[in-house]
């Protein structure tokens, strides 16, 4: 299990359980080892429709043909009474489908 290798971690619970009885330990090995398959199994689905969806592209890959994100010089004058840089506040939606 400490190498992310769920499924084999489970498939050795479930013989040890088969050999011997049904322990707290084996159950909770199991327990631990299905959970963490299942957000492992989120995980992949997630990345795998981010990566198919043409819109999102952009967002993960970087060419050395695109140009380089710039700041606009606003951003970089510290303004006001205090002498801070402007505040961005960024709001992008997540949908779940």
Excluded: K
């Amino acid at each position: 299990m400490l190498q992310r290798r769920f499924e084999e971690a489970i498939e050795v619970f479930l013989h040890a359980q088969e050999r011997e009885e049904a322990s707290d330990a084996i159950s909770s090995a199991l327990a631990a080892a299905y959970h963490r398959l299942g957000f492992q199994t989120l995980a992949d689905q997630v990345r795998r429709s981010v990566r198919s969806c043409a819109a999102t592209n952009g967002c993960f890959a970087w060419a050395i043909d695109r140009p380089a994100l710039r700041i606009r010089p606003e951003f970089l004058q510290r303004g006001g009474e205090d002498g801070a840089y402007p505040i961005i506040r960024e709001r992008t939606p997540v949908r779940m489908t």
